[in-house]
């Protein structure tokens, strides 16, 4: 038993031991290892402490220098707080927190470094083709630089690379560099300069290493410079001269113009590569330099223009000859060249007057004719005068008028094998002796004139061409055209040839009329008969059917072709006349058409009354009569009296009793007659006279008594208890009644 206590003992001590052991005073600082700090940046470091409820902490370095940071303590934590990191934070620091009689330390390195900036890449100079260039890398503001490794880099190719290892003297911040010299060719456009700067520091790879690239900008000095020169290098004064540069280089270059002065002086004259000088004077005569110009050179080129002085001329326009329109407006223009300060004077070559208007202004004068006139034929001279010099220049004005198309008339209508007259006239022509006319029909010249007349005559005429021809059905469709032409070489604005046009349309006189009668031209009455006519001729024909009378008048049935008659009568017989008709002519075709009838006795007669034989006084009754037999038959209504027939009067057979009265009643007769014989009928009409006043009073009337008798006393008794309700102001049946009671 003791023994079993004493395991028990050893094992709750040991037990105790743990729980004790694990709640013991411990001390921990973060981050955990060495840290690197950014120079100018801010860094934190924590110290914590566990198995203690209130501890105290202290921090300081490990040899004892200045904190250079804020401390702040709460609860269980410490924090030490370097902002900004400088040199004087790169020490050992150590944090010492005390619990109670217990004290516990622990220490954090802090490295520093700096990398704030991406290299810098500098060009000696602009990147011109095989001249050699400087290339600098500059890393600014680094620390540690022992650490710092610097390449250069052209389109991925390594040029230079370089550690820098050298001992540090002191603490500070350094800029590095490292240059290459390289001479730049043509394939290095487009190209990029690449500076890749490395900081071998225990750090993330991106706070590590910086790069910057560069494209490289390369040049070509201006060179080939050329000038091309329009119209040419010898002017005359008052000319124009344009002159183009062209340089080639990279970037373009820039081309300036410029005037070579006395003293070798140059005067700018433009910055676009084309130099266009207008009115030259002579002096203008010199070395003209062009330059092409850009970044990195610059080419010239030369060239000498020569302006020489310009003679004294005149012009006259439109000349030499001019053709006007009579009643038109012309300008003559007198122009001096080479003189600024010339004087005109008009006049013509056979001193007549000038009839027209004269304005001068500067170097030229005008001589307005309007309107021209037949005194305007003449030859005109413009004499300019100049200091000492003097010119004269003429134009020669020929006169025309031609104002309208020709005017053609055709004359009659166009009928296949019938002369046909055509003229054509052109009004208002001068002159005549210059008009030519011509009738066509398609290609095909038909008549052609020319009019040579005394050429002297001055006045407007009218020219006339007129010729006959017989027209075919093959000339449908074809142009007839007229055409005129005046034979003026100076004649440009306005048409020398005028012409109208008429498209033939050739009729086919009207001829072949026929008629076809079916079935026959004789036949019996109450048959039916068709005519048809036909007729040749273009266009096509109108067709009209008419009657002959006995006068000889024509009687007008139908247009169109097929005239039918149905249910023909003897007075249907006759001559009947067709005519095919057109601006050509007309042509006629008769037929006699005959009808037939048979005579025979009446026969087939019917007597009605309608509604019936056995009528009241006052209905109406129609009484008709028909008999069937053809031709028709006379028929006579008689109505028979012991005094005598009466013959009624009536329309096709029947007669209408309107009214009827007693005295209608009797007997009638229909009597049917023609020159075989005759037939009768007779009826008996029957007139009632109406019933009279037992009709009148009917059962009807004698219940409408009873309800008039019960409904008049109900109204009066309504009226009289409303009229009671209105006076009290209210009014209940209820209380009607009650009030009986």
């Known amino acids: 038993m003791p023994g079993k206590m004493v395991v028990i003992s050893g094992a709750s001590h040991l037990l105790w031991m743990v729980i004790a052991a694990s709640q013991a005073f411990k001390i921990e600082i973060l981050p955990e290892s060495p840290i690197m700090a950014q120079i100018s940046a801010s860094v934190s470091l924590t110290c914590s402490t566990t198995g203690c409820e209130s501890p105290s902490f202290s921090w300081r370095t490990q040899i004892d220098s200045p904190l250079n940071g804020k401390v702040r303590s709460v609860g269980t934590t410490s924090t030490l707080t370097m902002d900004p990191v400088s040199f004087g934070n790169e020490h050992s620091y150590l944090c010492t927190a005390t619990c109670g009689s217990e004290k516990a330390e622990r220490g954090i390195k802090v ?26 890398c500059l890393v600014p503001d680094v620390y540690p630089f022992d650490r710092l490794e610097i390449a250069l880099l052209k389109d991925n190719r390594l040029l230079k690379n370089q550690e820098f290892l050298e001992p540090m003297e002191r603490k500070s911040l350094e800029t590095k560099s490292l240059e290459v010299t390289f001479t730049p060719t043509s394939g290095d456009i487009g190209k990029a300069l690449v500076c890749r700067a490395t900081l071998h520091i225990d750090v993330d790879e991106e706070l590590r290493e910086r790069a910057t690239t560069k494209e490289l900008q390369v040049y070509i000095s201006p060179k080939n410079t050329t000038v091309s020169v329009s119209p040419s290098t010898r002017l005359q004064e008052g000319g124009s001269v344009t002159m183009t540069c062209a340089s080639e280089g990279l970037p373009a270059p820039q081309i300036f113009w410029s005037k070579k002065l006395e003293h070798g002086t140059l005067q700018p004259l433009s910055g676009n590569a084309t130099l266009t000088l207008i009115a030259m004077r002579m002096e203008d005569s010199g070395i003209y330099v062009c330059s092409g110009v850009n970044l990195v050179g610059q080419d010239t080129k030369e060239v000498e223009l020569l302006v020489q002085e310009k003679p004294f001329t005149v012009e006259i326009s439109p000349g030499p000859r001019v053709a006007a329109q009579i009643g038109d407006s012309v300008m003559l223009t007198c122009s001096a060249r080479g003189c600024e300060s010339p004087s005109f004077s008009w006049r013509t070559q056979i001193d007549s007057p000038l009839s027209g208007k ?137 048409p020398k040839q005028r012409q109208s046009t008429q498209t033939l ?108 034989e056995n009528v009241k006084e006052g209905d109406t009754v129609i009484i008709s009569c028909t008999c069937g037999n053809l031709p028709k038959t006379w028929i006579i209504l008689k109505k028979k009296a012991e005094t005598g027939d009466t013959v009624l009067k009536s329309i096709d057979g029947a007669y209408t009793i309107h009214k009827a009265q007693l005295e209608d009643a009797g007997v009638y007769e229909c009597e049917s007659k023609n020159e075989l014989g005759s037939l009768s009928r007779r009826i008996t009409l029957d007139v009632k006279g109406r019933e009279s006043n037992k009709d009148y009073f009917s059962p009807g009337l004698l219940v409408l008594y009873c309800v008039s008798s019960l409904i008049i006393p109900a109204i009066g008794m309504i009226i009289y208890f409303a009229r009671k309700a209105n006076m009290k102001g209210s009014y209940s049946l209820v209380e009607a009644q009650k009030s009986k009671v």
Not at 115 to 128: V, Y
Not at 527 to 556: E, Y
Request: a negative charge.
């Open 505 to 612: 349309h050739v009729d086919i006189a009207p001829r072949n009329a026929t008629i076809l009668v079916s079935p026959s031209s004789t036949l019996e009455e109450g048959r039916s008969v068709t005519m048809t006519c036909s007729s040749d001729g273009l266009p096509a024909l109108r067709i009209r059917w008419s009657r002959q009378l006995k006068n000889g008048h024509l009687q007008f049935l139908s247009e169109n072709t097929t005239l039918t008659l149905t249910s023909t009568k003897r007075e249907d017989s006759g001559i009947y006349v067709c005519e095919g008709s057109s601006q050509a002519g007309i042509s006629r075709k008769e037929v006699e058409l005959i009808i037939r009838g048979e005579q025979i006795a009446p026969k087939d007669m019917q007597l009605i009354a309608s509604p019936s």
């Open 358 to 494: 004269v304005r001068s202004a500067g170097t030229t004068s005008t001589l307005t004719l309007s309107p021209v006139s037949f005194e305007n034929e003449r030859y005109y001279l413009c004499t300019v005068t100049c200091g000492r010099k003097k010119l004269e220049k003429g134009i020669k004005v020929d006169l025309y008028s031609f104002p309208r198309d020709p005017e053609m008339e055709v004359r009659g209508a166009l009928v296949n094998g019938s002369p046909v007259t055509v003229s054509c006239q052109v009004p208002d022509v001068y002159p005549l002796d210059r008009l030519e006319m011509q009738l066509l029909k398609g290609e095909s010249i038909m008549k052609n004139k020319n009019f040579l007349e005394d050429e002297d005559k001055k006045s407007l005429e009218t020219g006339s061409l007129e010729m006959t021809f017989i027209p075919t059905t093959e000339d449908s469709g074809q142009v007839l055209v007229c055409r005129a032409q005046l034979h003026i070489d100076e004649l440009e604005s306005e």
């Open 111 to 136: 490295h520093l470094y700096s990398f704030p900036k991406d290299p810098e890449i500098h060009l000696s100079g602009p990147l011109e083709v095989g001249q050699p260039v400087t290339a600098t």
